[in-house]
């Protein structure tokens, strides 16, 4: 069975870790958003491309970020590679090369992820100032 990809809740977790309002980032989307429409929409399980490049501008996220990150099977590479117990008898971690490997270069595109969103938070206190200053 095929896992559904959750825009809305995918838009929400960005926004979140970026630290950013929903009241924000409704003002930086328009006049015709405010706090209520933005909760709504990250109910939402597909969001229109037009709207989710608008978001991904707002964000400064890419928007192959909200059409594709999906938690459960973020975790569950996670916990395959830490937690083989496959024979059913293995009820301690077994570790081989491949999975230690995909282990760094996750952890190697976290720390890249990370330092974009730093980027990118300091990018939005930087536009938040200014929409405050006027």
């Keep these: 069975m095929e896992q559904k990809i ?17 009241e924000a980032m ?10 209520k429409k933005i909760s709504l929409l990250e109910q939402k399980e597909a969001i229109e491309a ?3 490049g608008q978001i991904s501008g707002v964000l400064k996220i890419p928007v192959e ?3 594709n990150f999906d938690e459960e099977q ?4 996670i916990s395959n590679t830490f937690n083989d117990q496959s024979n059913g008898y293995n009820y ?7 999975p230690i490997e995909k282990w760094i270069e996750a952890v190697e595109e976290i720390k890249r ?3 974009e969103l730093l ?10 100032e200014k929409m405050i200053s006027k």
């Design 113 to 115: 992820l990370n330092a």
């Design 26 to 35: 409704a003002y930086a989307l328009g006049e015709d958003w405010n706090q």
């Design 92 to 98: 301690y971690p077994t570790f081989n090369v491949n």
């Design 119 to 128: 980027k990118s938070k300091e990018e939005q206190i930087k536009m938040l």
């Design 74 to 77: 973020a975790i569950n590479i």
């Design 50 to 52: 037009g709207l989710l």
């Design 65 to 67: 970020a909200f059409q």
């Design 6 to 22: 959750h825009q809305g809740r995918n838009v929400k977790r960005f926004r979140e870790m970026l630290g950013i309002k929903q």
